[in-house]
T-cell receptor, first 117, second 116 residues
Framework: GAGVSQSPSNKVTEKGKDVELRCDPI?????LYWYRQSLGQGLEFLIY????????KSGLPSDRFSAERTGGSVSTLTIQRTQQEDSAVYLC???????????????FGPGTRLTVL | AQSVTQLGSHVSVSEGALVLLRCNYS??????LFWYVQYPNQGLQLLLK??????LVKGINGFEAEFKKSETSFHLTKPSAHMSDAAEYFC??????????????FGKGTKLSVKP
């Protein structure tokens, strides 16, 4: 079956421009996560959506970052007024929703490599 | 708060040799622990997980890890390295929500090289 897909695979932008990164989770997965992978910081959590609950935005590094999830499926991560330090690989993951203590594996997409010039 | 420390950003072994990648964790709740592997230009793939059942966990590709509460460790091992094991490995712990949901907190990663 189809896995998590992300687009674009690569994005080069100029400092100060806005960018939108897209994630298509696995069908039926109600949980969706965004992470950022950069050389200096490793893998960092950004935001978590679970069903219709308010998202956990505790990992967003600044108010230039926002994300939404439409219809409980596709998600878009938006970075406004990009800075060079935003250059990183942005990874999306999805999983099934809460099922007691059963762990629901997070399946990762291939990522979007963002380069801010 | 949860955190993960991976000792050694680079590990090099010969083909056929033992692989040992170290991970220590800190968690305020009983942890869920994971090892992920990332091949070049690919996403993360789950190798194995510890979710409070057996302390010795077997994963894919011949890898296993042992949860040692007294040492707060979850080291990854493989008896005999293959060239195809060359990749970056990440240890992770479940985040502040704890348990079965919520974000993962990752270590900095260990890049494994395998020499012929």
């Amino acid at each position: 079956g189809a896995g998590v897909s992300q687009s674009p695979s690569n994005k080069v932008t100029e400092k100060g421009k806005d960018v939108e990164l897209r994630c298509d989770p696995i069908s039926g997965h109600t949980a969706l996560y965004w992470y950022r992978q950069s050389l200096g910081q490793g893998l960092e959590f950004l935001i978590y959506f679970q069903g219709n609950s308010a998202p956990d935005k505790s990992g967003l590094p600044s108010d230039r970052f926002s994300a939404e999830r439409t219809g409980g499926s596709v998600s878009t991560l938006t970075i406004q007024r990009t800075q060079q330090e935003d250059s990183a690989v942005y990874l999306c993951a999805s999983s099934h929703g809460p099922q007691g203590r059963r762990y629901n594996e997070q399946f990762f997409g291939p990522g979007t490599r963002l380069t801010v010039l | 708060a949860q955190s993960v420390t991976q000792l050694g950003s680079h590990v090099s072994v010969s083909e056929g040799a033992l692989v040992l990648l170290r991970c220590n964790y800190s968690s305020s709740v009983p942890p869920y622990l994971f090892w992920y592997v990332q091949y070049p230009n690919q996403g993360l793939q789950l190798l194995l997980k510890y979710t409070s059942a057996a302390t010795l966990v077997k994963g894919i590709n011949g890898f296993e890890a042992e949860f040692k509460k007294s040492e707060t460790s979850f080291h990854l091992t493989k008896p005999s390295a293959h060239m195809s094991d060359a990749a970056e490995y990440f240890c992770a712990v479940s985040g502040h929500r704890g348990g079965s949901q919520g974000n993962l907190i990752f270590g900095k990663g260990t890049k494994l090289s395998v020499k012929p």
